[in-house]
């Protein structure tokens, strides 16, 4: 993967930039996206905009004396290889999925590096294929449609800097 980004309006209360992605996995499901971010404090106000085009929109504040709630929605994506042995494939393959949570995270910090987290809100499925390993996600061999459903997710995450 490579990035550049450029800084284009940087002010104390607002900072835009623009760039592009380049991904070299011939698997992933877009292989080139343009990136925006826009990050902007409102007046007189604890809540921030903070928009990372094409990843996520958010707004967020404090809340609590270590804690940080956002509401909006993020681009995720899931990927990992499955070991098949059945009657129609046997290899490895790799599940590629592209994901719109949208819903509300709360961030709390814990004290010397560690921070909780909490996820809730609706996923929408918009792209999950099976490939061969190394192959075009277009050459897919399974497609998967779902409906929007429920998610949670509880997590711990430690920072050592």
Known sequence: MASAVIVLKKT?????TVGLLVMIDPSSIIPIAPI??????????????DIVLPKQVLIRRPLLENGRLSLGTELTSENFYLALDNARFKGVYE??????????????????????????GIAHILNSRITERGQKTSDYVIENKQEAQFYFNIGLSYNPF
């Open 36 to 49: 925006a971010t826009y990050e902007h404090q409102f007046s007189n106000s604890k809540w921030k905009l």
């Open 95 to 120: 599940l590629n999925q592209l994901e719109l949570h949208s819903g509300i995270l709360y961030e709390y910090c814990l004290g010397n590096g560690f921070n909780a987290i909490f996820k809730t």
């Open 12 to 16: 104390p209360k607002t900072t835009f």
